[in-house]
């Protein structure tokens, strides 16, 4: 099994800076590397595909790098409604995983 | 409108066991791989099962393979989880999600609906 692990696991951050999020698989992904955005009370978003590809209606303030091991995703100038729990998950190989979440709160 | 409705939560006995659905509407389902998520309570999101387009081919998580049953219905166009032997570890919201086939992550996701399981 793939194991994913994010860091940090919570992000204090100030309406407009930047936040930059990390995923590190236990082995290479190539670039089958998705994040998602989850809300208090809400199911989860999908952002960012591919490890860069944004999905529609997604924000050019979100984007994705990396590929093989390590991705990043970064949020360029935060929004109050960015803040929420962001999870990466590999679809690589079997079975699917998920890493445990990076909370972006309000500093 | 693109729509996952999921049903079938409730409370479940230690043992017992509970099946949910996944209705679903506004694309053509039988053309989209799907998958189930679950997210216990405060915790990180789970990946349990997955089926392809045509149900041929199914996927399972370790922690629920040999209890659980994935299976859908394209003329219903529904999807459904079968889950059996249920423990307290199976507490959790259960999503069902689209997967962007042939790629296997989601691009849409159900609200959830909360499985709890205890005696």
């Known amino acids: 099994e793939i194991v994913m692990t994010q860091s940090p696991a919570t992000l204090s951050v100030s309406p407009g800076e930047r936040a930059t999020l990390s995923c590190r698989a236990s082995?290479?992904?190539?670039?089958?590397l998705a994040w998602y955005q989850q809300k208090r009370g809400q199911a989860p978003r999908l952002l960012i595909y591919?490890?860069?590809t944004r999905a529609t209606g997604i924000p050019a303030r979100f984007s994705g790098s990396g590929s093989g091991t390590e991705f990043t995703l970064t949020i360029s100038s935060l929004q109050s409604e960015d803040f929420a729990v962001y999870y990466c998950?590999?679809?690589?190989?079997?079975?699917?995983?998920f890493g445990g979440g990076t909370k972006v709160e309000i500093k | 409108e693109v729509q996952l409705l999921e049903s079938g939560g409730g409370l479940g006995q230690p043992g017992g066991s509970l099946r949910l659905s996944c209705a679903v509407s506004?694309?053509?389902?039988?053309?989209?791989?799907m998958t189930w998520v679950r997210q216990a309570p405060g915790k990180g999101l789970e990946w349990v099962s997955g089926i392809s387009d045509g149900g041929d081919y199914t996927y399972y998580a370790e922690s629920v393979k040999g209890r659980f049953t994935i299976s859908r219905d394209n003329s219903k166009n529904t999807l459904y989880l079968q889950m059996n032997s249920l423990t307290a570890d199976d507490t959790a919201i259960y999503y069902c999600a689209r997967v962007d086939t042939p790629s296997w992550y989601f691009d849409l996701w159900g609200r959830g609906t909360l499985v709890t399981v205890s005696s």
């Open positions: 591919g490890a860069s």
């Open positions: 998950q590999q679809y690589n190989n079997w079975p699917l995983t």
């Open positions: 082995q290479s992904l190539s670039s089958d």
């Open positions: 506004g694309f053509t389902f039988r053309t989209y791989a």
